[in-house]
């Protein structure tokens, strides 16, 4: 089970400098800005974070009512620099009751962090209107490949192998690092790190440090494996 406070005091805590390292979030945001083929006036942005989404959608859509969620309550702050228009909510998506229907749902880089990514997707589907959609981003089972290899720690992604009757695009993005050790503050800078509490000691960094040289050569490489998926209303019934 996931720990839900690691997560938030995790990116609570990295909030500032988010934007600046998540560099294949904000491509994924480009991604599913480009995805998307209605004119949405109402949306629901899940996982709204620092709002690298919300500011691409609000620039290309003219949307009347825009809805928020994040369980960091910070994130507002960033949310409301963007539009003081945006109802943001401060809540975790899993447990929150939502109440209207909207011509989009949508989310980058966050439902890796549902426990039960089935279950929520139905969770969600009254709430489209009669053409609203789905539109979400995850990661694949490629996803950080080197780093659960190494320390054997990571999310299972396994999950999304049971949305392939959906529309499904995916891709590989290797990025490429100096050093190992710039390997992990990637990951801290961006909130990655959230799925353990490990506290690393000095020979625990040497290790990691060395393992990843010797297994890919010297060639300091981290793979993302994003995965776009498209839930229509009509396939809600």
């Not at 229907?101 to 949508?106: G, P, T």
Request: charged share 25%.
């Amino acid at each position: 089970m996931l720990d839900k406070k690691l997560i938030k005091q995790r990116f609570a805590k990295n909030l500032k400098t988010y934007r600046e390292h998540a560099v294949i979030q904000n491509k994924m945001a480009e991604t599913l800005t480009n995805m998307i083929d209605i004119l949405p006036a109402s949306v629901l942005e899940l996982g709204c974070g620092c709002g690298i989404l919300t500011e691409k959608l609000l620039s290309k859509f003219n949307i009347k009512t825009y809805t928020a969620v994040d369980i960091v309550e910070e994130c507002e702050t960033y949310i409301k620099e963007i539009s003081q228009n945006i109802k943001f909510i401060p809540a975790d998506i899993e447990k929150y009751n939502f109440e209207e229907k909207y011509d989009l749902i949508i989310s980058n880089a966050t439902f890796q962090w549902i426990e039960n990514l089935p279950v929520f997707i139905e969770k969600l589907k009254p709430h489209l209107t009669p053409a609203g959609k789905i539109i979400f981003s995850t990661f694949g089972k490629d996803n950080l490949k080197e780093i659960k290899k190494i320390t054997g720690i990571g999310l299972n992604y396994n999950m999304v192998d049971s949305l392939k009757n959906y529309e499904i695009k995916e891709e590989i993005f290797p990025l490429e690092f100096n050093t190992p050790k710039d390997v992990l503050k990637h990951l801290k800078f961006t909130g990655v790190n959230s799925i353990s509490a490990k506290h690393w000691t000095k020979s625990d960094l040497k290790k990691f440090e060395e393992t990843y040289k010797n297994l890919y050569q010297n060639k300091i490489i981290l793979t993302y494996n994003p995965i776009y998926i498209i839930i229509q209303s009509k396939q809600a019934g």
